[in-house]
């Protein structure tokens, strides 16, 4: 679940909020943006204070949690190690 503000979750509006991601190592993954702002509750419930914060989940679980931007190779490998 990517934690964002309205700008950069508006490129998902013609396909809505969420998508699905196949990832070498995962057969698929669930790919969510949520806007803070429209969101803020659900945010503070995940202790989200910076911009953008990455949540993975694994069966509902917290499974990591990532702030700040990451370049491709960062992010493949934060979710190699929390998958």
């Known amino acids: 679940l990517d934690f964002a503000h ?22 698929e993954i669930k790919v969510c943006k949520m806007n803070v702002d429209d969101y803020n509750e659900t ?3 995940y202790g989200v204070r910076g911009i953008p914060t990455l949540i993975l989940f ?3 679980e ?5 702030v700040g931007a990451l370049s491709k190779s960062s992010l493949l490998a934060f979710i190699a190690d929390h998958t």
């Open 58 to 60: 694994n069966h509902g």
């Open 62 to 66: 917290v499974a990591g949690t990532k």
């Open 6 to 27: 309205k700008f950069s979750c508006d490129f998902l509006q013609h396909r809505g909020n969420c998508f699905t991601w196949s990832a070498p190592w995962s057969p």
């Open 43 to 45: 945010a503070a419930k």
